[in-house]
């Protein structure tokens, strides 16, 4: 599957006539619990030559590819990843953490790694992760049986609002084995058995709702809604400038 991954970002720089900066897993396989038919999330950043950017009209700034069962691939334009970092995307802040990196051009992490904290908003990735528990509190958990995959969606994101309602000058992990420093110790058992389940079953496995996890999930929901007015939104400094020079300087 590696080969696979490295032949499709070598033939997306050919067919788009691009640079990939970047190139990285965004899904279970990142974040610490894959199951052994999840697919491979390749999530890239691209870079298009100068002339490129020289004209009148924006050209498009994505490039998204249908899914089949094994690899789902999609990136963002070199200058929209830049205005969403700005804007504090939480899902580009977990892609620069990846853990696992298919394509790299040197140095492009470590350019960009002192501007994260001057971009990081607390209350922007709050909200990001309140989205995510909303779908799993409200749609996902009320089952008698729910989908492992989706419980531990949940979870995931509901210790990534705990991370920033705790330290909201710090971006939260990407990866579930440090966000779980969050977790209850009553939990711990639990969701070790849930993960030692997951590891062996399919996407689509079900489970016997947990009660004392899924009544956490639906606690920590209640009180992400009422805190996330709280939240501070103010940064150390404006990050234009930099990323602006950031910007010239990879093209």
């Known amino acids: 599957m590696l080969s696979r991954i490295q032949k499709a970002i070598t033939q997306l720089e050919t067919t788009h ?130 989908r492992l995959k989706r419980l531990f969606y949940a979870l995931r994101s509901t210790l990534a609002a705990r991370w920033i309602q705790q330290r909201p000058t710090e971006v939260p992990p990407m990866e579930f084995g440090q966000l779980r420093q969050l977790l209850p110790s009553a939990l711990n058992s639990t969701v070790e058995e849930l993960l030692a389940r997951k590891a062996t079953a399919n996407e689509k496995t079900t489970v016997e709702r947990p009660a004392a996890l899924v009544a956490f999930l639906q606690a920590e929901y209640t009180v992400a809604l009422a805190a996330r007015e709280q939240l501070p939104i103010s940064r150390p400094a404006n990050p234009t400038p930099a990323l602006n020079d950031l910007f010239r300087a990879w093209l």
């Open 17 to 146: 006539g691009i640079r990939v900066l970047y190139a990285c897993e965004s899904g279970s396989r990142a974040w610490g619990f894959p199951s052994p038919d999840s697919d491979y999330d390749v999530r890239f950043i691209y870079s298009h030559p100068a002339e490129w950017y020289q004209t009148l009209d924006e050209e498009p700034d994505t490039l998204n590819f249908p899914v089949d069962e094994e690899l789902d691939l999609a990136g963002w334009e070199l200058r929209k990843t830049l205005k969403l970092l700005r804007g504090s995307n939480a899902a580009l802040f977990e892609w620069l953490q990846s853990p696992v990196v298919y394509r790299e051009a040197t140095g492009f992490r470590a350019a960009l790694a002192p501007l994260l904290p001057s971009c990081w908003n607390a209350r922007a990735g709050f909200n990001h992760y309140i989205g995510l528990m909303r779908r799993g509190v409200e749609e996902d958990l009320p089952a008698e049986d729910v």
